[in-house]
């Protein structure tokens, strides 16, 4: 089944950081790039950034640069999102999606179930 | 506020088409980036219905379709149905800002 299947929610405090799973099955993993899109009260549906599933190059928004890292391991098929340091704005459930490319406008066609976390 | 604007909310009664519209400026839309479509049950991860502005996936009904002019695209939807109920989101790319994906702040559509 092709699918991609997060870890489970979290509970932050504010000014730590969050790490968020996303493993895929069912496909190449190494053919497609990752995603990662986060939708919160405040902002709806936000892009946060893409890393290739074949080499681990990354592409983030300018207004994420220095508090994110995305990261790959091809022997689990699994990428991960690092995001610090958070505050109450941050809280909100966050998504892993598949793309063809880490440029343009670029559709996301399967996505993970979504990682709800809460920093309070 | 979102840089692609939707209206927040929309009805219509089964049976009915209702358009969905996603204004957006020189720097996206405008720049002939493609505009994708996404449907969103409450509580559920958003759903690709219309990709490259225009094309559905396989699985999503024909009901569905999508069109893109200037800066503005929109979504069609015909023959509503119960199950039409859902937020829709559209998305693009704006290459302002060194570029970056862009979403709009979502459509609420009401089956009457």
């Known amino acids: 089944q092709v699918q991609l299947v997060q870890s489970g929610p979290e509970v932050k405090k504010p000014g730590s950081s969050m790490r968020v799973s996303c493993r895929a099955s069912g496909y190449t993993f190494t053919n497609f790039d990752v995603a990662w899109v986060r939708q919160t009260p405040r902002h709806g549906l936000e892009w946060m950034g893409y890393?290739?599933?074949?080499?681990?190059?990354?592409n983030y928004p300018q207004r994420l640069h220095g508090r994110v890292l995305m990261t790959i391991d091809t022997s689990t098929n699994t990428s991960y999102l690092n995001f610090w340091p958070l505050t109450s704005d941050d809280t909100g459930v966050y998504f892993c999606?598949?793309?063809?490319?880490?440029?343009?406008?670029?559709?996301?066609?399967?996505w993970g179930q979504g990682t709800l976390v809460t920093v309070s | 506020q979102s840089v692609l604007t939707q209206p927040p909310s929309l009805s219509g009664a089964p049976g009915q088409r209702v358009t969905i519209s996603c204004s957006g400026s020189?720097?996206?839309?405008?720049?002939?980036?493609?505009v994708h479509w996404y449907q969103q049950l409450p509580g559920k991860a958003p759903k690709l219905i219309i990709f490259g502005s225009n094309n559905r996936p396989s699985g999503v009904p024909d009901r569905f379709s999508g069109s893109k002019s200037g800066t503005s695209a929109s979504l069609a939807i015909t023959g509503l149905q119960a199950e039409d109920e859902a937020n829709y989101y559209c998305q693009s790319y704006d290459n302002s800002l060194g570029g970056h994906v862009v979403f709009g702040g979502g459509t609420k559509l009401t089956v009457l």
């Open positions: 999606a598949r793309s063809q490319s880490m440029v343009g406008a670029t559709e996301f066609d399967l």
């Open positions: 890393i290739s599933a074949h080499n681990g190059d990354t």
């Open positions: 020189s720097s996206n839309i405008g720049a002939r980036f493609d």
